[in-house]
C-alpha cells in the first residue's frame, strides 16, 4: 500500500511538472527574455566606449537555481545548455534534470511494482532518466534538418540582396525579416549580436557553433575568407547554394536505395513485440509463465537488450554521410 502511494504521488509529479514545464514555462521564458532584450536595448548607450560586445551571453535563469547552479559549472551542464539551445526548445537545464529525475523515478517504481525485480527497475529507471534528453536531440535534429532545408533559400537571398547593393550586414537582417524559423531565427541571432557590438567574425562563428552543419561552417568560412582577400560574396554564395542543393539531391537517392534497410530494421524491432501481443491472444498460458518466472523475465530483458543493439547496429550500417 505503501508503495503503490508513493508511486502515486511521483507519477503524479511527474505529470504537473511535465505540464508545467510544456505549458507554462515557454510563456514565462518568453516574457523573462523580452524584458531582458528592453533592459539590454535601455543600457545599451551607457556602456563604456571601446567595449567589444554588449551581449549577453548568460542563460536565463530559470524557477530552480539550485539545479542550474550546480550544472553550471561542469561541462554536463553546458553540453545539455547547448542541446537546449540547439533544439530550439523554450525551456532550461534545471528543468530538464528535474523532469529527468521525476521520469526516471516514476518509470521505475511502477516496474517494480508490477515485475518485483530490482534490475528491471533500474533498468527501467536509466531509460526514463534519458527520455527528456532523447526528446530534445529528436528536436535537435528535426530543427537540423528545416534549417539545412531552408538555408539554400536564405543563401539565394543574401546573394540576391548584396547584388542589389545592401552591406552584407544589412542582408543579414533581411534573411532574419523574410525567412521562416529555424534559419529565420539564426540569422536574426548573429544580426543583432553583430548590430549590439559584436565583431561580424564572432557572431558568425557563434552561428556555427549553435548549428553545428558542413553547409554553415562552409558559409562562414567563404564570408571570413572574402572579407580577408576580396572578391565577389554574391557569386561565392551562389555556388555554395547550388553545392547544398545537389548535397541534397544525392542524399534523397541514397535514402530511397537504403530505404531496404531501413524498412528491414523497424520490421525486425516491431516483429517480437507484435507476436508476443499475438500469443498473449493465442495461448495467454504460456505468455503469463514468460512473464512471472523468473527465468521468463530475464530472457524478455534479454531479448529487449539484444533487440535494441541489433536496431542501433542496422541504423549505423546504412547510415551514410554525404
Known amino acids: 500500500m505503501l508503495l503503490s502511494i508513493l508511486v502515486f504521488f511521483v507519477v503524479s509529479g511527474a505529470v504537473v511538472a511535465l505540464y508545467y514545464a510544456l505549458v507554462h514555462r515557454p510563456d514565462h521564458m518568453a516574457e523573462k527574455q523580452f524584458a531582458q532584450r528592453l533592459k539590454d536595448l535601455s543600457g545599451f548607450e551607457s556602456e563604456a566606449e571601446g567595449a567589444t560586445s554588449v551581449v549577453r551571453t548568460e542563460a536565463p535563469s530559470s524557477a530552480l537555481p539550485v539545479v542550474d547552479r550546480l550544472l553550471g559549472g561542469t561541462g554536463a551542464g553546458s553540453w545539455l545548455a547547448n542541446l537546449i539551445e540547439q533544439s530550439g526548445v523554450a525551456i532550461n537545464p534545471g528543468t530538464v534534470i528535474t523532469m529527468s529525475l521525476g521520469i526516471g523515478a516514476g518509470v521505475g517504481l511502477l516496474t517494480l511494482m508490477f515485475s518485483h525485480l530490482w534490475l528491471a527497475a533500474f533498468a527501467a529507471a536509466l531509460v526514463g532518466l534519458t527520455l527528456p534528453v532523447l526528446w530534445l536531440r529528436i528536436k535537435r535534429n528535426q530543427r537540423m534538418r528545416r534549417f539545412e532545408e531552408q538555408f539554400p533559400e536564405g543563401l539565394d537571398l543574401l546573394s540576391r540582396a548584396i547584388r542589389a547593393g545592401h552591406a552584407f550586414q544589412s542582408a543579414m537582417g533581411m534573411v532574419a525579416d523574410e525567412l521562416p524559423a529555424p534559419v529565420g531565427v539564426e540569422f536574426k541571432k548573429s544580426f543583432e549580436e553583430q548590430n549590439f557590438g559584436l565583431p561580424l567574425q564572432e557572431a558568425l562563428d557563434n552561428l556555427a557553433v549553435r548549428m553545428p552543419l558542413m553547409d554553415v ?66 495461448s495467454p498460458e504460456h505468455m503469463r509463465t514468460l512473464f512471472t518466472v523468473k527465468m521468463g523475465q530475464m530472457m524478455v530483458m534479454g531479448a529487449v537488450v539484444m533487440q535494441t543493439i541489433g536496431f542501433i547496429w542496422i541504423r549505423q550500417v546504412i547510415k551514410i554521410e554525404v
Open 217 to 282: 561552417k562552409f558559409f562562414v568560412t567563404a564570408v571570413q575568407i572574402q572579407r580577408e582577400t576580396g572578391g565577389n560574396l554574391a557569386e561565392i554564395l551562389d555556388n555554395l547554394a547550388n553545392v547544398v542543393r545537389e548535397r541534397f539531391k544525392i542524399l534523397r537517392q541514397v535514402r530511397v536505395h537504403t530505404a531496404h534497410g531501413r524498412f528491414t530494421g523497424y520490421v525486425l524491432l516491431g516483429l517480437p513485440a507484435f507476436l508476443a501481443v499475438a500469443l498473449m491472444f493465442i
